[in-house]
């Protein structure tokens, strides 16, 4: 089993930047597929971007691609998001979750564990 807790949102301005961690313990984390999820108020989850065990293979939301970028670092089993450009639709909790699955997917129902999320407000 896997425990994933984000961290590293906040209030930033339009334009600004800000690095998403997410720490993860627990048995074999280098052995999972590691992703990122939005959900802003009155919406549902969305996928941003995945990245698989090794951090050769990552799958990125068409919309998102080119500001934001994830990878990880096996030995602090960690993964990040880092996103640039932030506009006020970034708005929302963003989800960091592990699945035993060995391909990037982003496909919720894909995922096993999830943490509980952390803020991200981008003002105008």
């Known amino acids: 089993q896997v425990q994933v807790e984000e961290s590293g949102g906040g209030l930033v301005q339009a334009g600004g930047s800000l690095r998403l961690s997410c720490a993860a313990s627990?048995?074999?984390?280098?052995?999972?597929?590691m992703g990122w999820f939005r959900q802003a108020p009155g919406k549902e989850r969305g996928f941003i971007a995945a990245?698989?065990?090794?951090?050769?293979?990552?799958y990125y939301s068409d919309s998102l691609k080119g500001r934001f970028t994830i990878s990880r670092d096996n030995a602090k089993n960690t993964v990040f998001l880092q996103m640039i450009n932030l506009k006020p639709e970034d708005t929302a909790i963003y989800y960091c979750?592990?699945?035993?699955?060995?391909?990037?997917?982003?496909?919720?129902?894909?995922?096993?564990?999830w943490g509980q999320g952390t803020q991200v407000t981008v003002s105008p």
């Open positions: 990245i698989d065990w090794s951090g050769t293979n990552t």
């Open positions: 627990g048995r074999a984390f280098s052995t999972y597929t």
């Open positions: 979750a592990a699945s035993i699955l060995a391909i990037p997917t982003m496909q919720i129902p894909e995922y096993d564990y």
